[in-house]
């Protein structure tokens, strides 16, 4: 098992910086492959970026290429989320999620291990 807590949401104007971090605990947290997805109101859960165990390799959805960065800090047991200049759309809650898996599986149903979200709300 291995246990995810995220933290560092908040309200931002559209432009602004956002870090989102995320704990883990339990099993070898650099054996995982860990992923940020989010939700919209009435929307699906999606996919927005994931990075390899050692943190070598990175992906990201269209969308937050350019703008979002994806790290981690084994020593630390912690991942994170960096926004830059993030936009009304980027509303939602934001999880982190860890599994052993491609850093290219983008369906929320294949990751085993889930946070309690993070509240992020972008004023325009």
């Known amino acids: 098992q291995v246990q995810l807590v995220e933290s560092g949401g908040g309200l931002v104007q559209a432009g602004g910086s956002l870090r989102l971090s995320c704990a883990a605990s339990?099993?070898?947290?650099?054996?995982?492959?860990m992923g940020w997805f989010r939700q919209a109101p009435g929307k699906e859960r999606e996919f927005v970026a994931s990075i390899t165990p050692s943190g070598g390799f990175t992906y990201y959805a269209d969308s937050e290429k350019g703008r979002f960065t994806i790290s981690r800090d084994n020593a630390k047991n912690t991942a994170y989320l960096q926004m830059n200049n993030v936009k009304p759309e980027d509303t939602a809650v934001y999880y982190c999620a860890a599994d052993s898996t491609l850093i290219t599986q983008t369906l929320p149903g294949r990751w085993n291990y889930w946070g309690q979200g993070t509240q992020v709300t972008v004023s325009s």
């Open positions: 339990g099993r070898t947290f650099s054996n995982y492959v």
